[in-house]
Structure formats: structure tokens, C-alpha cells
């Protein structure tokens, strides 16, 4: 920590104390309610992206399962996490995410097991692997019916769950951002930032599925849709819109009434210099992608690495959102006379390595779960 | 139908031992969890829940005046007037309570003297006098080694 002479006074008198694991929380979060949110969308309005309904809703799962890992490390006792539950309070917005959490997973699990139902009871008939073909019999929880009227009886009961974990991972999101907003300075303390953030996680997952889609194609080796990714590419451009739009409006309000909010933009982006000019030119650079690759697939034409680099630049600008309020909220002085600067460690808990092995664990867990639930025929792959 | 009325079965069986699972820990009280947890991982009593210290929160505190010391350890507390530690000797000691019936707390740990000595967040460094190089200060000697706790200074 640096102290730094403003004004001839010496601040601050405070640390940066949350680091970058809690950057990735938030930024997990928005992915999942990104994902859920395509997945809905799927579900409910655009019939095309039903191909790709399976492929969200097994990575939804990693995703979900390692949010709780940035949490987890940077609790200062992490053997007491499992107290949240043993004193629930409903004052805290800590408590309230744990309950929205099990929503969460349960609505998701749910989800999973009548979408690939039939494809449980069929490989529990025919998997050669002994241990698989435990493990699916024992998921059918003894029931074979695939009949007609079985399967209409799971479409519906998904568009319920559908319909809850839409809103416990919206709720999951805002209360995330909430979370960051009641303790931030003037520049994030606002009723708009949470909604801009929820858009910029649902840019965000749509981003992440656009991607998922290019890796798992080409794993499994099936043709790509031009449709799907305009479709998604589609949502994400909008949503994308959204989030950039709303924080510029902000911005502006704050630059015309030059008001306290000012004043610490203009303290604060010295010192975040970097991830706010990410954050700015990814955004435009990222929109521009986006609306060009729904125009090429519109034509019928998938260029790859257009769509790759939209996506990406989406993932890090979404990430330098969140670094910006996580971090940024914490650099300046509540007196506003004075800012640290914030350099993660490299070893330890909360240490740039630890947050890269956060980073990568659903990447880890997600080939793991696609083959146990395969999202494409299974067959395809023994081709590649 | 019948596999939605087992799934069924199964996450509420899922919730029942979830919450029974909540109670039970609940019922067992915080001598099991998180204490036992917290013995795993070597963390004593941070928060006020080590059962040494809650035994000794659920005790009435009785403290007495600065005075009430003099009655018996006369020369210590005449040493410690003439330094700078001249504050009340249960800071240090703890409440008198039923001293001398009860013994009192002896602390000649470092940490000890540097919870106050070392600086902290929130406090500024011109109350108490900081050692800004703490870990060297003295390396690997009890600070009473060289100081009088009631009479830091060398004169």
C-alpha cells in the first residue's frame, strides 16, 4: 500500500481489503445470469436456439459451482462458511445471497436432469462403462418412461424451473452488485449501476455461450448455425448497448453537474486509468464486432475469429467492469482527499495465482460434466 | 406421473436432511461447530468463542480503582508512576476481580506489547509510540528482556 500527499494531507487512513478474488465473484455471477438468461430466451421466445439448450445448461453448472470458490477464499476463517446458515439473518445481504444461491443450483439441477432425461434413460440401457451406467441408472431414480406424454409433461415442468431460476439469477446478480453499491463511493453509488451491470452480465453469458459454441462444435465436430450465433450474437449486442448506454448516461449526468461524483471520477481515473480505457474502447470496439457478425451470418457466413474476438473482448471488458467498482470503490478515501493504489499479490489466498486457478476451474469441471451429460451425440466425437 | 413424483421425493429428502442437518449442527452448539472446525485449522478463540474465553466472558466483570493496587504491590505501582506505562495496571492484567484470590493474567509475550506498540490502521502514530520496525526491534527476545513493563524507559 502507498499513501499518497493530496492537498498536504496524508490519506488514506484505509486498505484496499477486497481484492481481485471479489472482482471475479461478481464477474462468475454475471456470466451465469448471462447464461441462464440465453437459456430462458431459448426456452421461451426463440425456437432456433433450442440446439444449443443443452450445451448452456451443462456449462451454466461449472460456473455456478465455482462462484462460491471466490467467496470462499477470501473469508478470513473459511472453516466458518457454513455458519451463513446456522444464523440466518434477514438484514444481511450476505444471507439473502446464500438462500438465492440453493435457488439457484437446485432450479439449475432440476433443469438438467428433465432436459436430459431421455438421454439418461437411453444411456442407462446401453453405456458399456459399468461406473456411467451406475451412475444413470441410478439418475433415472428407476423410472424408464420416455412415452409422448412423459416427455411433454418435462417440457413443461422445465419452463417452470426455467421461469424461477430466471429470477433467482437475476435476483443472485443484483444482490451481487447491490452488495458492492451500498459500501461505494459517489461514483458507483447509484440506483442505475446494479441494472447496468445485470445488462453487462447478460452481455457477458451471451458471450460465454457464444464461445462455448465455437469450442464444443468443434469438439464434437457438428456443423455451426448461422442463425444461433446471430441470434445470440443478436442479444448480446443489445445488451451490451444497454450497459455501455446506461453508465455513459451516468457519466455525463455527473460531468454536467460537476457534484461530488465528479470530482471523484476525475480523482479515480488516474489511478484506473487502464481498465477504464478497456472498459471504454472494448465496449465500442466489442459493439462494433457483434452487430458485424450478425450481419455476416445473417448472409449466411460464419467468420470464426470475428466471433471469437467479440466474445473475448467481451469477457474482458465485463472484467474490467467489475474490477473498476470491486477495486475502484475501494481507492478513494470516504473523505475524498486521497486514494491508494491496489496491486494484487502473486502467491497467497487471495493472490493473482489463486484467482487464476478461480478463473479456470469451471473450465476444469466442464469437460467432466459434458461427459457424463453430453450436450451433441455422443458418437460424433469418436470421429475426431 | 411417476419419475416427476420421484424427483420430487428426492429434493425434498434432499431439503429435509439439509435442514436437520442445520439444526443438528445448531443443537450441537458452537463447542462442536465451528470450534471443532476452527481446531482443525489452528484458529483459537478469534471472535470470542474459544471456550476458554467464554467462560471467562460469562463471569462478572469487577474491576477496582488504580488505588486498590498500591494496598499490597506499593513498589511496582510507585515504579510505574514515575514512567509512561503510569495508566491503570488491569489494562494489562485484566480486571482485578477477586485478586488476590484469583490470579491474575501475565502476558511477557511480544505480541502483547505489540498490540499497542505496533502500527495500527485507524489509530495515529503520535498516541502510542510506534515501532515501525517491529520484527527487528529486539529480534527474537521477549521485550521484557530489556524493558521494565512498569517502567519502559531506561533511566
Same mark, same amino acid.
Given at each position: ?384 | ?48 468463542? +474459544?471456550?476458554?474465553? #467464554?467462560?471467562?466472558? =460469562?463471569?462478572?466483570?469487577?474491576? !477496582?480503582?488504580?488505588?486498590? @493496587?498500591? *494496598? ?24 482485578? +476481580?477477586?485478586?488476590? #484470590?484469583?490470579?491474575? =493474567?501475565?502476558?511477557?509475550?511480544? !505480541?502483547?506489547?505489540?498490540? @499497542?506498540? *505496533? ?37
Amino acid at each position: 500500500m502507498t499513501t499518497t500527499v493530496v492537498e498536504g494531507f496524508v490519506y488514506p487512513n484505509h486498505e484496499v481489503f477486497w481484492g481481485v478474488l471479489i472482482v471475479i465473484y461478481p464477474y462468475f455471477v454475471s456470466i451465469i445470469t448471462g447464461m441462464v438468461t440465453v437459456y430462458a430466451i431459448a426456452e421461451f421466445w426463440r425456437k432456433e436456439l433450442k440446439d444449443i439448450e443443452k450445451l448452456v445448461v451443462i456449462s451454466s453448472l461449472p460456473f455456478v459451482l465455482s462462484a462460491l470458490l471466490p467467496l470462499l477464499l477470501d473469508l478470513g476463517q473459511p472453516q466458518r462458511a457454513f455458519e451463513i446458515y446456522l444464523t440466518p439473518n434477514f438484514s444481511s445481504v450476505m444471507a439473502v445471497f446464500g438462500i438465492v444461491y440453493l435457488t439457484e443450483l437446485f432450479t439449475l439441477l432440476g433443469e438438467m436432469w428433465f432436459l436430459f432425461r431421455v438421454d439418461i434413460v437411453r444411456m442407462a440401457q446401453t453405456e458399456s462403462n459399468k461406473l456411467l451406467r451406475l451412475l444413470y441408472r441410478i439418475l433415472t431414480l428407476g423410472v424408464y418412461d420416455i412415452s409422448e406424454k412423459a416427455i411433454k409433461l418435462d417440457k413443461k415442468i422445465i419452463k417452470i424451473l426455467t421461469g424461477i431460476e430466471l429470477i433467482a439469477a437475476w435476483c443472485l446478480s443484483y444482490v451481487s452488485f447491490l452488495f458492492g453499491v451500498v459500501k461505494s463511493n459517489p461514483w458507483w453509488n447509484t440506483t442505475i449501476l446494479p441494472v447496468s451491470f445485470v445488462f453487462g452480465g447478460l452481455a457477458a453469458g451471451g458471450a460465454m455461450v457464444l464461445l462455448l459454441y465455437l469450442a464444443f462444435t468443434r469438439a464434437y465436430g457438428i456443423e455451426r448455425k448461422p442463425n444461433i450465433i446471430s441470434t445470440v450474437a443478436n442479444y448480446a449486442f443489445y445488451f451490451m448497448l444497454a450497459a455501455f448506454a446506461l453508465e455513459t448516461i451516468n457519466t455525463i449526468l455527473y460531468a454536467y453537474k460537476e457534484d461530488i461524483a465528479w470530482a471523484v471520477i476525475k480523482l479515480a481515473s488516474t489511478e484506473l486509468a487502464v481498465p477504464l480505457a478497456i472498459q471504454v474502447i472494448g465496449s465500442l470496439e466489442a459493439l462494433l464486432f457483434l452487430k458485424y457478425v450478425c450481419y455476416r451470418c445473417n448472409l449466411g457466413k460464419i467468420d470464426t475469429p470475428f466471433i471469437a474476438i467479440a466474445s473475448v473482448t467481451i469477457l474482458v471488458v465485463v472484467f474490467a467492469m467489475r474490477w473498476n467498482m470491486v477495486i475502484g470503490a475501494q481507492l478513494i478515501d470516504y473523505s475524498l482527499r486521497g486514494f491508494v493504489s491496489y496491486t494484487p499479490p502473486l502467491w497467497g489466498r487471495e493472490g493473482l495465482i489463486a484467482a487464476l486457478g478461480v478463473l479456470v476451474a469451471p473450465f476444469i469441471m466442464l469437460p467432466v460434466v459434458a461427459y457424463i451429460f453430453p450436450p451433441y451425440e455422443r458418437k460424433l466425437r469418436a470421429g475426431l | 406421473m411417476k419419475h416427476v413424483r420421484r424427483a420430487l421425493v428426492v429434493f425434498i429428502n434432499i431439503l429435509i436432511i439439509l435442514i436437520v442437518v442445520i439444526f443438528g449442527i445448531k443443537g450441537l452448539g458452537e463447542e462442536v461447530y465451528p470450534a471443532i472446525a476452527d481446531k482443525l485449522f489452528g484458529v483459537e478463540g478469534i471472535y470470542g468463542t +474459544s471456550g476458554e474465553q #467464554k467462560e471467562i466472558i =460469562k463471569k462478572p466483570v469487577h474491576a !477496582e480503582g488504580r488505588e486498590y @493496587c498500591s *494496598k499490597c504491590h506499593e513498589e511496582i505501582y510507585r515504579k510505574s508512576d514515575q514512567g509512561k506505562h503510569n495508566f491503570d495496571c488491569q489494562t494489562c492484567h485484566g480486571a482485578a +476481580s477477586d485478586h488476590p #484470590k484469583m490470579r491474575l =493474567k501475565v502476558d511477557s509475550s511480544r !505480541e502483547f506489547c505489540l498490540g @499497542c506498540h *505496533k502500527a495500527t490502521i485507524g489509530r495515529d502514530n503520535e498516541t502510542i509510540r510506534v515501532l515501525h520496525n517491529w520484527e527487528n526491534h529486539g529480534k527474537d527476545r521477549v521485550c521484557t528482556a530489556c524493558h521494565d513493563p512498569h517502567h519502559p524507559w531506561f533511566d
